[in-house]
């Protein structure tokens, strides 16, 4: 009877109905425990049109389900419950309303197929302007520079974790100040030790936060994800300008060594230039240099 069902998007879905079916993406999904409550399975979905929302799947349901939801698949999902979104911190999407697996609920796979990641990259100056809701997540995109060392802070309950303060930098020459922790920094920090090139970033569902009087973007914990040098759009006018800069540097070093060249070519041009002026106040025997001068007449006199 599932089957029969007709497909709805997320921005239909409405509360008192669980006979619901969607055709969504499976975004991003990691395991989430919450004293008194116990473990789940978080996952942030996303159908066709770029739609987000929030989904959760209690620890009861997971042997049969999670299986079912690995990132990046398409998948169709029937039967589950509709509630409100509420109005605390790291909410991952926008969308008013979040879904809950029940013990009907059924995960099968999609036909549609579509590499779409629906990046909400959210611009610098936004960003930095103060004026949006922190409460909700973003994605944030630039290069790596001002890498810090990578830090071990010992946390509430004794508890250590890693830390890695950097700047994303724009492509107009932006920078927003940066805070990783845990796995996420390691992992960075790892990439930048390694990598010669530049270092783009792709930071998705992170945390505004604010750090000593300025705005910091870090990880929200697990719910955030993280890529480096990723191959969307957005890292193209990155690419182009190293590029750029690159045959510049080429163009450069190649005019500097045809300086080189034509200096081991002609020995005269390892010597000192001099003026005729100096030559006839100079008080040593013997001169070794280079005049450069222009030749008015000869005298042929002396043969």
Same mark, same amino acid.
Not at 69 to 87: E, K, L, Q, T, Y
Not at 236 to 241: G, V
């Given at each position: =009877?599932?089957?029969? =069902?007709?497909l709805?998007?997320?921005?239909?879905?409405?509360?008192?109905? #669980?006979?619901?079916r969607?055709?969504?993406?499976?975004l991003h999904s990691w395991?989430?425990f =919450?004293?008194?409550?116990? @473990?789940?399975?978080e996952?942030?979905l *996303?159908?066709?049109? %770029?739609?987000?929302?929030?989904?959760s799947? $209690?620890?009861?349901?997971?042997a049969?389900? &999670?299986?079912?939801?690995?990132?990046?698949a /398409?998948?169709?999902?029937?039967?589950?419950?509709?509630?409100?979104?509420?109005? !605390?911190?790291?909410?991952?999407?926008?969308?008013?309303?979040?879904? &809950?697996f029940?013990?009907?609920? $059924?995960? *099968?796979?999609?036909?549609?197929?579509?590499?779409?990641m629906?990046?909400?990259?959210v611009?610098f100056?936004?960003?930095? *302007?103060g004026?949006?809701?922190s409460?909700?997540?973003?994605d944030?995109f630039?290069?790596?520079?001002?890498?810090?060392?990578?830090?071990?802070?010992q946390?509430?309950?004794g508890?250590?974790?890693?830390?890695?303060?950097?700047?994303?930098v724009?492509?107009? %020459?932006q920078r927003?100040?940066?805070?990783?922790w845990?796995?996420?920094? @390691?992992?960075?920090?790892?990439v930048?030790?390694? #990598?010669?090139g530049?270092v783009?970033?792709?930071?998705?569902?992170?945390k505004? !936060?604010?750090?000593? !009087?300025?705005?910091?973007?870090?990880?929200?914990?697990? &719910?955030?994800?993280?890529?480096?040098?990723?191959?969307?759009a957005?890292a193209?006018?990155?690419?182009?300008?190293e590029t750029?800069? *690159?045959?510049?540097?080429?163009i450069s070093?190649s005019?500097?060594? +045809?300086l080189?060249?034509?200096i081991?070519?002609? +020995? /005269?041009m390892?010597?000192p230039? $001099?003026?005729?002026?100096?030559?006839? @106040?100079? #008080?040593?025997? @013997?001169?070794?240099?280079r005049?450069v001068?222009?030749i008015y007449?000869?005298?042929?006199?002396w043969?």
């Amino acid at each position: =009877m599932a089957n029969n =069902m007709q497909l709805s998007f997320l921005n239909d879905l409405k509360l008192h109905k #669980t006979a619901w079916r969607i055709q969504v993406k499976i975004l991003h999904s990691w395991r989430f425990f =919450m004293k008194g409550v116990g @473990e789940s399975m978080e996952l942030i979905l *996303s159908d066709a049109h %770029g739609t987000k929302i929030h989904a959760s799947c $209690k620890k009861t349901y997971m042997a049969d389900l &999670a299986k079912h939801v690995r990132v990046g698949a /398409w998948r169709n999902i029937d039967h589950f419950c509709v509630s409100g979104a509420g109005n !605390g911190a790291y909410r991952s999407t926008g969308h008013k309303y979040r879904l &809950a697996f029940i013990h009907s609920t $059924k995960i *099968s796979e999609s036909t549609l197929h579509d590499d779409n990641m629906f990046l909400n990259i959210v611009d610098f100056d936004s960003i930095q *302007s103060g004026l949006l809701d922190s409460n909700f997540l973003i994605d944030v995109f630039g290069q790596v520079l001002d890498l810090g060392d990578l830090e071990t802070i010992q946390c509430t309950g004794g508890k250590q974790r890693k830390k890695l303060e950097f700047s994303l930098v724009n492509v107009c %020459g932006q920078r927003l100040a940066c805070c990783l922790w845990g796995k996420f920094a @390691e992992n960075l920090h790892s990439v930048c030790q390694e #990598t010669e090139g530049i270092v783009l970033c792709l930071l998705r569902f992170a945390k505004i !936060g604010q750090y000593r !009087g300025e705005v910091q973007i870090s990880n929200a914990f697990d &719910a955030s994800q993280l890529f480096i040098n990723p191959e969307i759009a957005e890292a193209d006018e990155f690419k182009q300008r190293e590029t750029d800069e *690159s045959q510049a540097l080429a163009i450069s070093e190649s005019e500097d060594n +045809k300086l080189v060249l034509q200096i081991k070519r002609d +020995k /005269w041009m390892q010597y000192p230039q $001099k003026n005729i002026r100096e030559l006839f @106040e100079s #008080t040593q025997d @013997e001169i070794l240099c280079r005049i450069v001068a222009t030749i008015y007449a000869i005298d042929t006199d002396w043969g």
